[in-house]
């Protein structure tokens, strides 16, 4: 049975920094992401990495500011979240995909994890 157990998601202050974790176990994938959604709004592309060239992908509005790593062992994904912005206020949800085509879409990643709530307080 595939799980994705994410966590690292908290209340931080504006200009602050998180780190989430997302451990991944049952399968092995090709590509893990992070998506988010706020209040309202629908779910959206944050950040991805592949496993095959070790390339990473981010959303315009996270560059420079996320960065995503993999973990030494098995499928973690990491992503340490710096200078954030209230407009970081959101559920992130961890996804995994057999295949690393169009990463950018959620319907892309075949299993997700439930969620972390991240707050930032202006």
């Known amino acids: 049975q595939v799980q994705l157990v994410e966590s690292g998601g908290g209340l931080v202050q504006a200009g602050g920094s998180l780190k989430l974790s997302c451990a991944a176990s049952?399968?092995?994938?090709?590509?893990m992401g992070w998506f988010r959604q706020a209040p309202g709004k629908e779910r959206e592309f944050v950040a991805a990495s592949t496993w095959n060239d070790e390339g990473t992908y981010y959303a315009d509005s996270v560059k420079g500011r996320f960065v995503v790593s993999r973990g030494n062992a098995g499928n973690t994904l990491y992503m340490q979240m710096n200078s954030l912005k209230p407009e970081d206020a959101a559920d992130y949800y961890c996804?995994?995909?057999?295949?690393?085509?169009?990463?950018?879409?959620?319907?892309?990643?075949?299993?997700w994890g439930q969620g972390t709530h991240v707050t930032v307080s202006s």
């Open positions: 049952g399968r092995t994938f090709n590509a």
């Open positions: 996804a995994a995909a057999r295949y690393s085509h169009n990463l950018y879409r959620s319907r892309s990643y075949e299993y």
